[in-house]
């Protein structure tokens, strides 16, 4: 599947899915086994793109001390390399200016395929000017929603709505998508590829146990709760706590489809 049909699929509403085999050579990826992850985390440029998984996944650190907390999995079609992030490693909370991230080359995988699921069918288009009935009929009907969002640094930011609502007036609508983190560095292509370039000696070595190694450091995270409005308004974080706004260029929402 080429990356420019992934993007425009993902523009129209398909879901991103990763199939994976783990390389059994790696000691810790014993035996051989399948996975797959969903990620309804997207952000978009151009065909280039990250995505990533909620942060629910249970991580557990033995050295120096027990220590237990959430992370994410992030992957890109930028390099051939992923990321996790721990997002319960802030110091201080939802405000933190910095999360550990882990930076591991793509050969822990003997393979790893990109998955679409064509699940949710577009409702609503800031630039078609049409309706919203359809948007409240999802909400009558008690349905799950997402988000494409086009905003002024010319990123496609796709997410899950996790809650949707219309009023006060007969044609508005808000969306709230969930608070979620990544690090900066996946809004760009060339900050990416310098992410990478500064550890591919490290990930790309395996010590005398075969094992893969990983480089940890530090990254300035970017938080991406946004409150959009149907008038072409959006508020982040940042927004909501100086009571400000800024502007998208474009917005396209999504519902599940129901099979009938």
Known sequence: M??????QRLLNGASLRTFMIPDPLIPSNYPEHWETYDLPHVILNGNYFWAKTRNEHLYINYVPEITIGLNAFCYTNIRDFFCSIEVSSGEKGLLSESYNTCIMDKTRYR????RLA???QLIWDSEENNSPELLFEGIRSGLRFKIAMLDSEGAWNIHPVCI?????GPDEFHLYTPWDIYPAFFRSVNETTKAFDLCKEIITTRNDDNQALAEKFKVMPFASFYHIFHDGKFMTLNDVL?????????LRVFVEKIST
């Not at 100086?242 to 474009?250: A, D, E, H, I, V």
């Open 164 to 168: 949707p609502a219309f009023g006060p």
């Open 2 to 7: 080429q990356d420019e049909e992934i993007v």
């Open 242 to 250: 100086r009571g400000s706004f800024c502007r998208y260029q474009r």
């Open 111 to 114: 393979k790893h395929l990109w």
């Open 118 to 120: 064509d699940n949710y």
